[in-house]
C-alpha cells in the first residue's frame, strides 16, 4: 500500500476487556513507533522499534500495553484489562531507516480506542 | 523533563493573511524541531524540519524560525487559503534519541 494503515478505525471495548490493535507500516520501513493521543492533545509516545527489535518503550504507561512487531513489517499493540482511561486515539508511525529523524515519519490515520 | 507550549486556542485568520503560529519549550535545546499538520480524525503529517543550527527553513507558503536564545520556534504560512485550516503540531527530537515530543497543537481556522 502507499501509506501507513490501521486496523480496527474504531473499536469500543468494555472496560477489563482485553484489544489489539494493528499497524501495517509502510514496505521496508525500519522503524516503528507507537503513540497515544488523548482529545485535544498532541501524539505520545509509546514505544518504538527497530526492525523486529523493541528499542525503547519507556512511554508505556503501564504493564497492562503490551506491543511487538516480531517479523520486522506488522506490529501489534495490546491493551490488557482495558480501563476508561485508555480511551484515545492510538496512532501508529514508520519511517525509512533507523537513522534517528533525519527522516519524515509517516502517520496512519490512527484506532480511536472508547472503553465504556 | 521538556514542556512544550503551543497557543491553546484557536487561531482565526482572514484568507489571504499570514497565520503565524508559536511553539515555545523548556529546557534544553532539540537537535530538530519539526512541525505536523493533523486533520480531523487523520494521523499528522509532516510538514518542516528545522535543525538547531538553522535559522530559518521554508517550503512554499509555509517558514520555520528557530531561536534557540529564547527557545522558540515560529511557524507562517503566507497568503493563507481556507484549506490551510488544521491543528498543527510543534514537536522536538534530540539527536541520541529516537522518539519526538509533540506539543498539544494549535488549531488554525482561515475565514474567507
Known amino acids: 500500500g502507499a501509506g501507513v494503515s490501521q486496523s480496527p478505525r474504531y473499536k469500543v471495548a468494555k472496560r477489563g476487556q482485553d484489544v489489539a490493535l494493528r499497524c501495517d507500516p509502510i514496505s521496508g520501513h525500519v522503524s516503528l513507533f507507537w503513540y497515544q493521543q488523548a482529545l485535544g492533545q498532541g501524539p505520545e509516545f509509546l514505544t518504538y522499534?527497530?526492525?523486529?527489535?523493541?528499542?525503547?518503550k519507556s512511554g508505556l504507561p503501564s504493564d497492562r500495553f503490551f506491543a511487538e512487531r516480531p517479523e520486522g513489517s506488522v506490529s501489534t499493540l495490546k491493551i490488557q484489562r482495558t480501563q476508561q482511561e485508555d480511551s484515545a486515539v492510538y496512532l501508529c508511525?514508520?519511517?525509512?531507516?533507523?537513522?534517528?529523524?533525519?527522516?519524515?515519519?509517516?502517520f496512519g490515520p490512527g484506532t480511536r480506542l472508547l472503553v465504556l | 523533563s521538556q514542556k512544550i507550549e503551543q497557543n491553546s486556542e484557536a487561531l482565526n485568520i482572514q484568507e489571504g493573511k499570514t497565520a503565524t503560529l508559536t511553539c515555545n519549550y523548556t529546557?534544553?535545546?532539540?537537535?530538530?524541531l519539526q512541525w505536523y499538520r493533523q486533520d480531523p480524525g487523520r494521523g499528522p503529517v509532516f510538514l518542516l524540519l528545522?535543525?538547531?543550527?538553522?535559522k530559518e527553513k521554508r517550503k512554499e507558503r509555509l517558514k520555520v524560525t528557530f531561536d534557540t536564545t529564547l527557545k522558540q520556534s515560529l511557524f507562517h504560512i503566507t497568503a493563507s487559503q481556507p484549506a490551510d485550516s488544521a491543528t498543527y503540531l510543534c514537536a522536538l527530537s534530540y539527536s541520541s534519541a529516537s522518539k519526538i515530543i509533540f506539543g498539544s497543537g494549535t488549531r488554525l481556522s482561515i475565514r474567507p
Open positions: 522499534f527497530q526492525n523486529e527489535a523493541q528499542l525503547d
Open positions: 529546557n534544553y535545546s532539540p537537535a530538530y
Open positions: 508511525a514508520s519511517r525509512s531507516t533507523g537513522q534517528t529523524l533525519q527522516e519524515t515519519q509517516y
Open positions: 528545522i535543525r538547531e543550527n538553522e
